[in-house]
């Protein structure tokens, strides 16, 4: 059986909902259809389950996009705080974590309740998987239950991570078959994975700057067993050119480390070196003291000022040297 719509949207989640809610009230009639057997699977485990929905000081400069120009339109268009007005009709209870960034008090479920609401006329179809596109004067598209037919077609299928929650690179496909350019896909906000991992430091986060050139982020880094993770390296992940491309890793950010362990000698001149670093986690300090400076025992008066200033050089300006990325395989066409 065949089935006509106005508008059809290929993907249930954050967009294709939100597409959908849109086409609806300008009123036309929508069709969604989604593999998965229900909507927003990867809402859901946002923001660790609590939907980080927005930040109120998004700038167009915060997204990366081969069009700097499309976020400056998208933005005038629908602001942060249009979207913050709609999370309040709804009555969804909400948080600031730091500054600007809203997370739901609850549950990242009141964000897909939310958009199914406002998708309310529109016809969702889940478990149906698509087989083919073509298009004559109207699209039609093969589906397992069938074919729809629409005048227009929305691709919605979302990005490639995490393929256990449905992730596919349909749109991807569509969008060339239809002839659309389309730019390579790289992974983006990945943990990194060092060369040389270091289990012993596993769980140890500090605040550090991670930067690549001009970019960089002040926020929290976390070693893991097989690496780094933590905002800042999620964040500047994004800016690598390549997997192993190494960000510049400040661990004293905004303090002179030069300066700042040149006063703890001063000031504690029979103190061991591990107390040179006691602004860092104590598990990081006795790792970094042990190899750099080798000898824990002696004291801050008998190191020599060129191996403080080496030492500081190090902890303000480290260069990981990488294995790769934590980016997961990518889905199969
Ligand atoms: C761990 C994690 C945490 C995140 N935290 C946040 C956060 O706090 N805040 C934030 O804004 N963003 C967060 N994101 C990003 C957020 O998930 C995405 O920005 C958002 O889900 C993208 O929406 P989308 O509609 O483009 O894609 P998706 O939400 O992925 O939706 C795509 C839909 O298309 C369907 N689909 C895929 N392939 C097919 C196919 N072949 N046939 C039919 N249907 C198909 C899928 O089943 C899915 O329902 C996070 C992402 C991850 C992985």
């Given at each position: 059986?065949?089935?006509?719509f106005d508008?059809?949207?290929l993907?249930?989640?954050?967009?294709?909902l939100?597409?959908?809610?849109s086409?609806?009230?300008?009123?036309?009639?929508v069709v969604?259809?989604?593999?998965?057997?229900?909507?927003?699977?990867?809402?859901?485990?946002?923001?660790?389950?609590?939907?980080?929905?927005?930040?109120l000081?998004?700038?167009?400069?915060?997204?990366?996009?081969?069009n700097?120009?499309?976020?400056?339109?998208?933005?005038?268009?629908?602001?942060?705080r249009?979207f913050?007005a709609l999370?309040?009709?709804?009555?969804?209870?909400w948080?600031?974590k730091?500054?600007?960034?809203?997370?739901?008090?609850?549950?990242a479920?009141?964000?897909?309740?939310l958009?199914?609401r406002?998708?309310e006329?529109c016809?969702?179809?889940?478990?149906?998987?698509?087989?083919?596109?073509?298009?004559?004067?109207?699209?039609?598209?093969q589906?397992?239950a069938?074919?729809?037919?629409?005048?227009?077609?929305?691709l919605?299928?979302?990005?490639?991570?995490?393929?256990?929650?449905g992730?596919?690179d349909?749109s991807l496909?569509?969008?060339?078959?239809?002839?659309?350019?389309?730019?390579?896909?790289?992974?983006?906000?990945?943990?990194?994975?060092l060369?040389?991992?270091?289990?012993?430091?596993?769980?140890v986060s500090l605040?550090?700057?991670?930067s690549?050139?001009k970019?960089?982020?002040?926020?929290g880094?976390?070693?893991?067993?097989?690496?780094?993770?933590?905002p800042?390296?999620?964040?500047?992940?994004?800016?690598q050119n390549?997997?192993?491309?190494?960000?510049?890793?400040?661990?004293m950010p905004?303090?002179?480390?030069?300066e700042?362990l040149?006063?703890?000698?001063k000031?504690?001149p029979r103190?061991?070196?591990?107390?040179?670093?006691?602004e860092?986690p104590?598990?990081l300090?006795?790792?970094?003291?042990?190899?750099?400076?080798?000898?824990?025992?002696?004291t801050?008066a008998?190191?020599?000022?060129?191996?403080?200033?080496?030492?500081?050089a190090q902890?303000?300006?480290?260069?990981?040297?990488?294995?790769?990325?934590?980016?997961?395989?990518r889905?199969?066409?």
């Amino acid at each position: 059986m065949s089935y006509s719509f106005d508008v059809a949207i290929l993907g249930a989640g954050a967009a294709g909902l939100m597409a959908a809610a849109s086409a609806r009230k300008g009123g036309a009639s929508v069709v969604v259809l989604d593999h998965a057997a229900e909507p927003g699977r990867k809402i859901l485990i946002s923001g660790g389950g609590r939907c980080n929905f927005t930040h109120l000081d998004a700038k167009a400069e915060n997204f990366l996009s081969a069009n700097r120009h499309f976020m400056r339109s998208a933005l005038a268009g629908y602001t942060p705080r249009d979207f913050l007005a709609l999370v309040e009709r709804h009555d969804i209870a909400w948080e600031e974590k730091t500054e600007g960034q809203l997370f739901c008090r609850q549950s990242a479920r009141d964000i897909v309740s939310l958009l199914l609401r406002e998708a309310e006329g529109c016809e969702l179809r889940f478990n149906t998987s698509v087989r083919s596109v073509t298009k004559g004067d109207v699209f039609c598209i093969q589906t397992d239950a069938g074919e729809v037919r629409a005048t227009n077609l929305i691709l919605a299928t979302g990005g490639l991570s995490i393929p256990k929650l449905g992730a596919t690179d349909l749109s991807l496909r569509l969008a060339r078959q239809f002839g659309l350019p389309v730019v390579p896909t790289v992974p983006g906000l990945v943990p990194l994975t060092l060369e040389t991992p270091l289990p012993e430091l596993a769980g140890v986060s500090l605040p550090v700057r991670a930067s690549m050139g001009k970019i960089g982020f002040t926020d929290g880094m976390v070693f893991t067993h097989r690496g780094l993770s933590g905002p800042a390296i999620l964040q500047i992940s994004s800016y690598q050119n390549g997997p192993l491309d190494p960000p510049l890793i400040d661990m004293m950010p905004g303090v002179d480390a030069r300066e700042a362990l040149g006063a703890i000698k001063k000031a504690r001149p029979r103190a061991e070196p591990p107390s040179l670093l006691q602004e860092l986690p104590q598990r990081l300090a006795r790792h970094i003291a042990q190899n750099s400076l080798g000898d824990l025992t002696c004291t801050l008066a008998n190191l020599p000022d060129k191996r403080i200033a080496d030492l500081a050089a190090q902890i303000a300006s480290w260069r990981p040297r990488l294995s790769g990325t934590e980016a997961m395989p990518r889905p199969r066409s």
